[in-house]
Nanobody
Framework: QVQLVESGGGRVQAGGSLRLSCAASGRTFSTYGMGWFRQAPGKERELVGRINSNKSTYYTDQVKGRFTISRDNAKKMVYLQMDSLKPEDTAVYYC????????????WGQGTQVTVSS
């Protein structure tokens, strides 16, 4: 069982930066793949990017070059550094965990709101 708690959301002007954190519980955290997702009002939840257990990363084209995902297995933390933020990045951001790349994400945090004003 893994529990996830996001923090670090807030309001920022376009062009600014925020860093989201995701605190995880569970003894086998280092073996889990972690993902960041977001859901804007009226839209479906979408993947932002992910970091695998070997720390390889993937980003969607929408955020590539602006967002960076990292993890600290000793602290059981995952981070989403968001730079050059745009109003269209406004959404609730969620972190998620899965025990295998072949599985769907099994565990989800409660989400944290990010609002980017123009």
């Amino acid at each position: 069982q893994v529990q996830l708690v996001e923090s670090g959301g807030g309001r920022v002007q376009a062009g600014g930066s925020l860093r989201l954190s995701c605190a995880a519980s569970g003894r086998t955290f280092s073996t889990y793949g972690m993902g960041w997702f977001r859901q804007a009002p009226g839209k479906e939840r979408e993947l932002v990017g992910r970091i695998n257990s070997n720390k390889s990363t993937y980003y969607t084209d929408q955020v590539k070059g602006r967002f960076t995902i990292s993890r600290d297995n000793a602290k059981k933390m995952v981070y989403l550094q968001m730079d050059s933020l745009k109003p269209e990045d406004t959404a609730v951001y969620y972190c998620a965990a899965r025990s295998s790349p072949s599985r769907e994400y099994e565990y989800w945090g409660q989400g944290t709101q990010v609002t980017v004003s123009s």
